[in-house]
């Protein structure tokens, strides 16, 4: 039988392995920082009409610039924001990989402060962009004056900030993008996809856009919209930026039936966007519990809780698996990682840390 490693893949992706959570069939998964609730049945309905509309004329390629879905997205983002501010793709892993195509590559390098999300050096990997990897504070903290220091010492051709962070859940302070922003050589990418979950007061890159033409903010409807297997992310940028991964989009990369399905979710956003409220709650619920039962917690302004759960943390998350509860190991020495759901996921969750993990030193 051949094996990867008998193929002439790219030296520097050897001996790398895909990215992905388990998958796996258990009751109660609190692995990958979806939305727990099923799409509302009018919705369901919206989008089947929507997608049964572009049937016939599925034998067209779709429209190339997605046009009509990208003026509804700004009119959901509002900041004054217009269609040529906003470009789609297949999720913003997608729009975030463009990015690195356009803006790094060979011989160009990123930077990011870890722990953030993981996705951002594979994906620079995977366009041949050097990857630099920051660091934060011991609490997972980051202050301008680090951040600055680090921009200063990379020279990087695109930093990756995460608001609020993944995995730690906590929003970026502004004083970092501010100070990231007057320092940074090259663009400048806040990864916003948990924005709709912010605590009150939490501010938006969005708003400082007018005036930062190297700023991009890439959100998605995964994870509020309840809309990951849609797969729709999107950035807001200056025009010359959505113009620019122009360059490396493939043709016609949005399928007819995402852009259908997506705008008929859009048209639904209230509905949708609904369970918002009612999973933050579940997310302060879980802060809250576990801090009761004495553990460590992060700040959370997304829908997943980072908790200390002692030296062991592969224990720990076997333990809760073998409790009928998946949660993510996000390779944080000591730490898990859970998403908020419904109540029912959540009392599961508590009783299962009960059960599971008290037992654990
Ligand atoms: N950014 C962050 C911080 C994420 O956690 C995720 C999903 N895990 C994504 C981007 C990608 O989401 P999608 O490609 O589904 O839009």
Redesign the pocket.
Known sequence: MTSLDDLPIRDDLRGRRPYGAPQLDVPVRLN??ENSYPVPEPVVEAIGKAVAAELRDLNRYPDRDAVALRADLADYLGHGLGTGNVWAAN????V?QQLLQVFGGPGRTALGFTPA?S?HPLLATGTGTAWRDGNRGPDFGLTAADAVAQVREHRPDLVFL?SPN?PTGTALDPEVLDAVLAEAPGMVVV?E??AEFARPGTPTALALLPGHPRLVV?R????AFGF?GG???YLAADPAVVDAVQLVRLPYHLSALTQAAARAALAHRDLLLGTVEAIKEQRDRIVAGLRLRGRRVADSDANFVLFEVGDDERVAWRALLDHGVLVRDVGLPGWLRVTAGTPQETDAFLTAIEAAIESVP
């Open positions: 990958t920082n999720g913003s892993n997608e975030q999300y996705m995460c993944n990864d996809a948990y890439t998605t409807m995964s994870k990951a797969r729709l992310g």
